[in-house]
């Protein structure tokens, strides 16, 4: 390996100015607020994942400098730029980027057939924060092997209420137990995929930041991260990008994968008790322009008083308004059911809406979960289809490995399997989102009033057929409509 290409190219990080006390290394500082605690005159302050310092009032009595427990805080060096140490290059069969549950589920398979692999994290701890909904398809856990365990599984959902908005609803549900979704809780769930991961003999590395791919010869032989301050480059015969729809990975690879601004929603969620008058074995889905444009407002229980409740907009439709906005209007219009309802936590995050990434893999490479946009277009949800992928990128993996061949016409195993499993339901559920999003108020209304349960479940299945002979038959003015992107 060219250890000369081992690092990419980095900007130097910026100069201290002059009057700079001390130096707060935010790859190393774990956010504890112990520093705060101790500091004499009160110039640290600590907001969320952010740890400032008014350097100006700071009358240096190293006090938190001798507090840190991880030495993130260091006299500030000015004028000289800094770059992180390096450790030795560490050699492994995979390094997988992302412990959520695409990459925790890709690791477990791994492992389990005797491929060594190391997964790396940028959080300090996994599952937090959660940008999810929680919702959980039937079928999920069957599909990649896992029990479902009491210590995740919140609340089973039997049945799914859409509301028009003028709020006439239709619903489906399920008609025997394994038919049944769940709420689960994320924070002990992706924990608990990692542990199993780490029992089948995985290695998890955190806050860990993947900086890079490692390239020659136009080939990915591994990444360079960063640890606690300390740079290190990890060669690998396979590199797995599973850090999420944010993902750094398949672009510093030359994969296209960038999220534009028409195709992506933005997402705005309270995890809220005190909630009164819901079903809390349905989980509710409100539409309209004015409710959430392009998008819809759930609110999915995990309990009889608990329940997530948030908003996803097309960011190209919401102007000056923003998702919370959104959501606090709706929230406020509903006395009846929030009047005594606070929020216990704030989520945001993005969710692409738009056809799955062309290429998963490349030479050495493979991209699984939101990293390659493999999510249902209508309902935003990617926990089942993340899982799989990662199952079936593992699969592909132990195979080339097996072959000696780690090369894309040996990975695209993965991508071919992908693609006869969900391709063509994706590119339909992006359509029947394109539909949808272009509905007016009243559109919505009347298929409310003219929705059935079967249709409704063949829509969820991708299938088109009976939606369209319902359009022909009930409301022939949004045929045009339909044929403009169901059949384009």
């Given at each position: 390996?060219?250890?000369?290409r081992c690092i990419p190219?980095?900007?130097?990080?910026k100069e201290l100015?002059?009057?700079?006390?001390i130096?707060?290394d935010?790859?190393?500082?774990?956010y504890?607020?112990?520093?705060?605690?101790?500091?004499?005159e009160?110039v640290?302050?600590?907001?969320e994942?952010?740890?400032?310092?008014?350097?100006?009032k700071?009358?240096m009595?190293?006090?938190?400098?001798?507090f840190?427990?991880v030495?993130a805080?260091?006299?500030?060096?000015a004028a000289?730029?800094r770059r992180p140490?390096?450790?030795?290059c560490l050699?492994t069969?995979v390094?997988i980027?992302?412990?959520?549950?695409a990459?925790s589920?890709?690791?477990?398979?791994l492992?389990?057939?005797?491929?060594d692999v190391?997964?790396?994290?940028?959080k300090q701890e996994i599952?937090i924060?959660?940008?999810c909904?929680?919702?959980?398809?039937p079928g999920?856990f069957?599909?990649?092997g896992?029990?479902?365990?009491p210590?995740?599984l919140?609340?089973?959902?039997q049945?799914?209420?859409l509301?028009a908005?003028n709020?006439t609803?239709?619903?489906?549900?399920?008609?025997?137990?394994?038919e049944?979704g769940?709420i689960?809780?994320?924070k002990i769930?992706?924990?608990?995929?990692?542990?199993?991961?780490i029992?089948?003999?995985a290695?998890?590395?955190?806050?860990?930041?993947?900086?890079?791919?490692?390239?020659?010869?136009?080939r990915?032989r591994?990444?360079v991260?960063?640890?606690?301050?300390?740079?290190?480059?990890?060669a690998a015969k396979?590199?797995?990008?599973?850090?999420?729809?944010?993902?750094?990975m398949a672009?510093?690879?030359g994969?296209?994968?960038?999220?534009?601004?028409?195709?992506?929603?933005?997402?705005f969620q309270y995890?809220?008790?005190?909630?009164?008058?819901i079903?809390?074995?349905?989980i509710?889905?409100?539409y309209?322009?004015?409710?959430?444009?392009g998008?819809?407002v759930?609110?999915?229980?995990?309990?009889?008083?608990?329940a997530n409740?948030?908003v996803?907009?097309?960011?190209?439709k919401?102007?000056?308004r923003?998702?919370?906005?959104?959501?606090d209007r709706?929230?406020e219009?509903?006395p009846?059911?929030f009047?005594?309802a606070s929020a216990?936590?704030f989520?945001?995050g993005?969710v692409?809406?738009?056809?799955?990434?062309e290429?998963?893999?490349?030479d050495?490479l493979?991209?699984?979960?939101?990293?390659?946009q493999?999510?249902?277009s209508?309902?935003g949800g990617g926990?089942?289809?993340?899982?799989?992928?990662?199952?079936?990128?593992a699969e592909a993996a132990?195979?080339?490995?097996q072959?000696g061949d780690?090369?894309?016409?040996?990975?695209?195993?993965?991508?071919k399997?992908w693609?006869a499993?969900?391709g063509?339901?994706?590119k339909?559920?992006?359509k029947l989102?394109?539909f949808a999003?272009?509905?007016?108020d009243?559109?919505?209304n009347?298929?409310a009033?003219?929705?059935?349960?079967e249709t409704?479940?063949?829509?969820a299945?991708?299938k088109f057929?009976?939606?369209?002979?319902?359009l022909?038959?009930?409301?022939?003015s949004?045929?045009?409509?339909?044929?403009?992107?169901l059949?384009?």
């Amino acid at each position: 390996m060219d250890a000369g290409r081992c690092i990419p190219r980095l900007s130097a990080e910026k100069e201290l100015p002059l009057k700079d006390k001390i130096r707060i290394d935010r790859n190393k500082c774990c956010y504890c607020g112990g520093c705060v605690g101790v500091c004499p005159e009160q110039v640290l302050f600590l907001l969320e994942t952010e740890l400032t310092v008014d350097q100006d009032k700071c009358t240096m009595c190293r006090a938190c400098l001798i507090f840190c427990p991880v030495e993130a805080i260091s006299p500030a060096a000015a004028a000289v730029p800094r770059r992180p140490p390096e450790a030795q290059c560490l050699q492994t069969d995979v390094v997988i980027v992302g412990a959520g549950p695409a990459g925790s589920v890709c690791a477990k398979v791994l492992a389990q057939s005797g491929i060594d692999v190391l997964v790396v994290e940028k959080k300090q701890e996994i599952g937090i924060p959660k940008r999810c909904a929680e919702a959980v398809e039937p079928g999920t856990f069957e599909a990649v092997g896992i029990d479902p365990d009491p210590l995740w599984l919140r609340n089973r959902i039997q049945v799914a209420v859409l509301y028009a908005p003028n709020e006439t609803c239709v619903s489906f549900g399920a008609t025997t137990p394994a038919e049944s979704g769940w709420i689960i809780e994320r924070k002990i769930f992706d924990k608990h995929l990692a542990k199993d991961a780490i029992r089948a003999g995985a290695r998890y590395r955190l806050k860990t930041t993947a900086l890079g791919v490692i390239r020659e010869n136009d080939r990915v032989r591994g990444i360079v991260v960063e640890h606690m301050g300390l740079r290190q480059k990890i060669a690998a015969k396979i590199v797995i990008a599973a850090d999420g729809v944010d993902s750094m990975m398949a672009k510093s690879a030359g994969l296209d994968t960038v999220n534009r601004l028409k195709n992506y929603m933005s997402c705005f969620q309270y995890e809220m008790a005190g909630l009164r008058g819901i079903d809390d074995k349905a989980i509710h889905l409100y539409y309209g322009n004015d409710i959430a444009p392009g998008g819809y407002v759930w609110i999915f229980p995990k309990g009889s008083t608990m329940a997530n409740v948030g908003v996803g907009i097309k960011t190209s439709k919401e102007g000056d308004r923003t998702a919370k906005k959104f959501l606090d209007r709706f929230i406020e219009k509903h006395p009846l059911i929030f009047r005594n309802a606070s929020a216990v936590e704030f989520n945001s995050g993005g969710v692409p809406v738009r056809r799955t990434v062309e290429t998963l893999v490349g030479d050495g490479l493979m991209i699984v979960g939101d990293a390659a946009q493999l999510v249902n277009s209508i309902t935003g949800g990617g926990i089942k289809l993340a899982m799989i992928s990662g199952k079936m990128a593992a699969e592909a993996a132990v195979g080339a490995l097996q072959k000696g061949d780690v090369g894309r016409s040996q990975l695209s195993a993965y991508q071919k399997k992908w693609e006869a499993y969900q391709g063509k339901t994706l590119k339909k559920m992006f359509k029947l989102q394109r539909f949808a999003e272009n509905l007016s108020d009243d559109d919505l209304n009347q298929l409310a009033a003219v929705l059935t349960a079967e249709t409704l479940e063949e829509l969820a299945q991708g299938k088109f057929s009976g939606f369209v002979k319902l359009l022909l038959k009930k409301l022939p003015s949004l045929v045009p409509l339909g044929l403009k992107y169901l059949k384009s």
